[in-house]
């Protein structure tokens, strides 16, 4: 089992930046894949972003340019940096992440976080 906490929600001003981490422990074994997921009231999950085994990141079209994610290897850490953000960008905050490979390269994730909260106002 892996454990997932994230940290660095608060409540922003548009075009301000907040930098989201998410922390694994327990049983972790190999490469994990990682993935950011948001979700605001009302509407559902959505990928945001994440990076895959190979250590390459892929983003949603929205936060192309705005949002980067990188990982830690040494600390089991996953980061969110999002700049430039918008009353759009509000939402709660979820890191997800894998050790398999076949769930990996489906960009589907057994391991969840409790989530973030992200607010933008405008």
């Known amino acids: 089992q892996i454990q997932l906490v994230e940290s660095g929600g608060d409540s922003v001003q548009a075009e301000g930046s907040l930098r989201l981490s998410c922390v694994a422990s327990g049983y972790i074994y190999g490469d994990l894949c990682w993935a950011w997921f948001r979700q605001a009231p009302g509407k559902e999950r959505e990928g945001v972003g994440g990076i895959d085994l190979d250590g390459s990141a892929y983003y949603v079209d929205s936060v192309k340019g705005r949002f980067t994610i990188s990982k830690d290897d040494a600390t089991n850490t996953l980061h969110l940096q999002m700049n430039n953000l918008r009353p759009g960008d509000t939402a709660m905050y979820y890191c997800?992440?894998?050790?398999?490979?076949?769930?990996?390269?489906?960009?589907?994730?057994?391991?969840w976080g409790q989530g973030t909260q992200v607010t933008v106002s405008s």
């Open positions: 997800a992440a894998d050790h398999n490979y076949v769930r990996c390269a489906n960009h589907r994730y057994d391991f």
